[in-house]
């Protein structure tokens, strides 16, 4: 039955199908039918990446497989959430190796964007972190992929947006930790030189990320916040949260109710930011020791918080430039803010070095920006994307909506090895998105 898919930027929106399996067997029958299909996750990434007008939807197929607690090596089967996943091993000492800004995503999608968090530079991206994995191809076949077991099919699916196959199974490696509980740091930088400086002088952070005002002018310009963190210790923490280190957050969660207009989000946005920035109790640097949840998930606290966009939707533009780039980070920043089509706060990170195939992370800076749909943007994005080639950088696919094939290509040198992978396993090309055909990353149907 077709219904109304979109992914978290509510743009686009297309007619498709969501077939569902408990069991693998179940996922065998739906590969052996005739029509196209793409595997569909928690639809978290924000555009056309896990639309198509038949998925294969892994949210019933969420079991945990076996989890070693000594060696904080687990194994479930790929539709299982992040949410999920820390309900079980925060309490056993054990945390996500990588986690992006939203538990609610699969596992099988953190592999299918390869997804990166705020300690890029420190342990790379989930792929760093992942023993193996089952995959499906468009035959039934299913291989076990690993380092040494298929290294093409292997590099390929992290990061190659489904394109390989369905991803069934993953066995990765956790990170220890004391306590729950995360050392966090906040520095303001009066504009963007400052943060740049002080996101080296605080490099050896496990965790950075920048909250930037887009829209201050002058002296003032990339005004922002800086939040570090690490995972704190037993003697980090004061004797009320000692007595329970390894407690869990409180799930206490709001829902937005409707599509609001955009403007909306633009005057909560700037207040948010004025109160941290200019708060009376806020200093140059404020330390303090949080639970997980806030510093890692703020903004899943408010469930449907993409509403805010308004029904025409959003989307994410999310690119990352060399670190001697930084002129094309000024030139793009003074861009989206001379044209006032941008949501006024921006996300700074720091990418470490990164050899892959097909993975965004490349060393440098990533910034990412919402946008709301409205129009002359994708002409105005189209802008953006020829200055970040221009300064070597690329386009993150898990956000994308609109890039061109072009832009693509010329952002991922290896971009035809991985096209040929595709090919080498999935010949009858059933497997495709609405992302990968506007990509030519699929032949003709
Ligand atoms: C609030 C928010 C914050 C975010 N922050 C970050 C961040 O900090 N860093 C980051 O990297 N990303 C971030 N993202 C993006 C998100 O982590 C990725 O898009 C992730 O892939 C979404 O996973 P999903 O389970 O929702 O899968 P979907 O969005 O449904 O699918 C994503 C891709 O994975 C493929 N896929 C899904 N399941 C499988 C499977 N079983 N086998 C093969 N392929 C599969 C799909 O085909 C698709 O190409 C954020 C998203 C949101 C909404």
């Excluded at 800086?226 to 980090?236: C, K, Q, S, V």
């Excluded at 993150?396 to 971009?415: F, I, N, V």
Aim: hydrophobic share 40%; with cysteine; charged share 25%.
């Amino acid at each position: 039955m077709n219904k109304k898919l979109a992914n978290w930027g509510n743009y686009p929106v297309i007619e498709g199908d969501e077939e569902t399996f408990v069991f693998a067997d179940q996922l065998d029958r739906l590969i052996e039918k005739e029509q196209p299909y793409i595997a569909r996750g928690n639809g978290r990434c924000y555009g056309d990446a896990s639309l198509a007008e038949r998925t294969i939807s892994t949210l019933k197929f969420d079991k945990i497989l076996s989890f070693n607690i000594a060696d904080g090596v687990f194994e479930c089967q790929s539709g299982i959430t992040l949410d999920q996943i820390l309900a079980v091993i925060v309490p056993e000492g054990w945390f996500l190796p990588v986690t992006p800004g939203t538990k609610f995503i699969t596992i099988g999608g953190a592999l299918g964007s390869d997804v990166h968090g705020k300690n890029h530079h420190v342990d790379g991206s989930i792929s760093n972190h992942v023993i193996e994995f089952d995959l499906v191809l468009e035959s039934g076949e299913m291989i076990l992929c690993s380092a040494d077991n298929y290294p093409d099919l292997f590099e390929a699916t992290l990061g190659g947006m489904g394109l390989t196959g369905v991803i069934s199974r993953v066995k990765f490696r956790l990170k220890k930790i004391e306590t729950s509980y995360i050392k966090q740091k906040q520095v303001k930088a009066k504009n963007l030189q400052e943060l740049i400086t002080l996101f080296d002088t605080y490099k050896d952070y496990t965790y950075s990320v920048a909250w930037i005002d887009c829209l201050k002018k002058g002296d003032g310009f990339g005004r922002s916040i800086l939040l570090l963190g690490e995972h704190a210790t037993i003697n980090d923490l004061d004797e009320g949260k000692k007595a329970d280190p390894l407690k869990m957050p409180g799930n206490k969660q709001i829902t937005f109710p409707i599509n609001m207009p955009w403007w909306v989000l633009n005057k909560l946005t700037v207040k948010a930011f004025n109160f941290l920035y200019y708060g009376k109790n806020f200093k140059k640097e404020i330390n303090n020791v949080v639970s997980y949840e806030p510093f890692f998930y703020p903004l899943d606290k408010i469930l449907h918080w993409n509403r805010l966009y308004g029904k025409k939707g959003f989307v994410q533009y999310q690119f990352v430039l060399p670190l001697d780039a930084k002129d094309g980070l000024i030139e793009i920043m003074h861009r989206i803010s001379d044209e006032g089509l941008g949501s006024f706060l921006a996300v700074l990170k720091v990418f470490g070095k990164q050899e892959s195939m097909i993975s965004f992370p490349k060393e440098g800076y990533t910034l990412a920006l919402d946008f709301p749909v409205r129009n002359g943007l994708l002409e105005f994005l189209d802008e953006l994307d020829k200055i970040v080639l221009k300064y070597n950088g690329r386009l993150y696919m898990s956000k994308d909506a609109r890039m061109k094939p072009e832009t693509l290509q010329s952002g991922y040198p290896e971009l035809d090895r991985f096209k040929s992978i595709i090919k080498k396993y999935n010949p009858q090309g059933k497997i495709r998105s609405a992302q990968s055909d506007r990509l030519l990353l699929t032949g003709t149907k």
